[in-house]
Each structure stands twice: as structure tokens, then as C-alpha cells.
């Protein structure tokens, strides 16, 4: 059973960091790409980050270039968000989920976790 | 970035209605394009993907078509467990963009 696990949430001061954690299990994570989704209080959802497979691609949504990094751990089966000058725009439940092996669409998610920038 | 326009972004049908969603692209996206539906506190689960391939294990009364700029999500006959937001996504260009959400209620 494919399974994603995200930790990593909390409630962070603006300007700070906080580094989201996915743990994937029931299939061969070094095989798919990965991506990060967030979908703030009562809103829709916004896609934030991808990462080819082997790590040497990644995209990001322009409001989070240069404060977000996606990387990875194929060997720990992990997936990883660092996120840095925090703002509370960012506030939102943060999904992990695997991109469907040749499409771009998303077929399995984490069951998200939350992330609160207040002071 | 391709805007993904919804319409409409909420109705009210009864069990057993058939259920259309449009959704629009700003410029063609060829097929590439996903619906996705979400329940209250849960994660998003994927409908179909390639703007008309179903997903495994959905239900057959989910169809989706469509190409270029339009597209649509149909229900053929709903049921009580599909009220639920519904989300088109394309992937044709980054950044990949959501439309922003039809919610459909109960009548």
C-alpha cells in the first residue's frame, strides 16, 4: 500500500524556517517524481515545488523561489521542503504527493500537515 | 502562468443528477489536465488525468473531455458521497496551476 507521511508543522514567527519532512513507503520512491502542494485556510490548492526522481530537476512556484528548497533522500525514501523567511502568506496545510509515472498528475497524498507563520 | 478558470464555483444538485464542471485554460494545454476531488479534511484524491483517463479504481460514472482550451468534468449520476469540491489541474507548463474550486452541495 503506497503510503506518504508528512511531518514537520508547526507554528513559526515570520521570517523564519521550518523544514517539512515526507516519508514514503509501498513503492519504489527512487523510480517518481515528487511534488509539494499547499492549500491555505479555506482556500483552494496551490502547487509549490516538483523533484525529478533523481534530484537533478526541481521547480517551484515564483512566490516561494528563493526561500524554499525541495530536496530528497532517495536511501531514506524522503522526501523534504526546507522553507526559510517565512511569511504568513504561507500558511497553509502542506501535502506531499507523487506525481503519477508518465503524467503529471498527482495519485497518491500525504494527509498533510499544517503550517502556521503568526507572531 | 496558465490561469485555470472553474465554473461554476458551487451548485446545489440532488442524488441521482447529472453534474457538469467546466474548467478553462488562459492557453491551450493540449490534454494535459487532472480533476481532482477533495472532502472537508482530507487530502485530494485524483479523478482522471490526461483530461479524460480514469483514474484506477474510480467510479465509472466519472468522465472527463475535452482538449486544448475546455474541458469538463462530468457526474452522471451522483451520489451521496460525491459532494465534494472538485479541482481541475494542468500540467502542460510550469508553474503547474489549479483552478480554483467548484463545490457541489447538496440540494
Known amino acids: 500500500e503506497v503510503q506518504l507521511v508528512e511531518s514537520g508543522g508547526g507554528l513559526v514567527q515570520p521570517g523564519g524556517s521550518l523544514r517539512l519532512s515526507c516519508v514514503a513507503s509501498g513503492f519504489t520512491f527512487s523510480n517518481y517524481w515528487m511534488s509539494w502542494v499547499r492549500q491555505a485556510p479555506g482556500k483552494g490548492l496551490e502547487w509549490v515545488a516538483n523533484i525529478k526522481h533523481d534530484g537533478n530537476e526541481k521547480y517551484c512556484v515564483d512566490s516561494v523561489k528563493g526561500r524554499f528548497t525541495i530536496s530528497r533522500d532517495n536511501a531514506k525514501n524522503s522526501l523534504y521542503l526546507q522553507m526559510n523567511s517565512l511569511r504568513a502568506e504561507d500558511t497553509a496545510v502542506y501535502y506531499c504527493?507523487?506525481?503519477?509515472?508518465?503524467?503529471?498528475?498527482?495519485?497518491?497524498w500525504g494527509q498533510g500537515t499544517l503550517v502556521t507563520v503568526s507572531s | 502562468a496558465i490561469r485555470m478558470t472553474q465554473s461554476p464555483s458551487s451548485l446545489s444538485a440532488s442524488t441521482g443528477d447529472r453534474v457538469t464542471i467546466t474548467c478553462r485554460a488562459s492557453q491551450g494545454i493540449s490534454s494535459y489536465l487532472a480533476w481532482y476531488q477533495q472532502k472537508p479534511g482530507k487530502a485530494p484524491n485524483l479523478l482522471i488525468y490526461?483530461?479524460?483517463t480514469l483514474q484506477s479504481g474510480v467510479p465509472s460514472r466519472f468522465s472527463g473531455s475535452g482538449s486544448g482550451t475546455d474541458f469538463t468534468l462530468t457526474i452522471s449520476c451522483l451520489q451521496s458521497e460525491d459532494f465534494a469540491t472538485y479541482y481541475c489541474?494542468?500540467?502542460?507548463?510550469?508553474?503547474?496551476?489549479f483552478g480554483q474550486g467548484t463545490k457541489v452541495e447538496i440540494k
Open positions: 489541474q494542468q500540467y502542460y507548463s510550469y508553474p503547474q496551476t
Open positions: 490526461a483530461a479524460s
Open positions: 504527493a507523487r506525481k503519477l509515472y508518465g503524467s503529471g498528475s498527482l495519485d497518491y
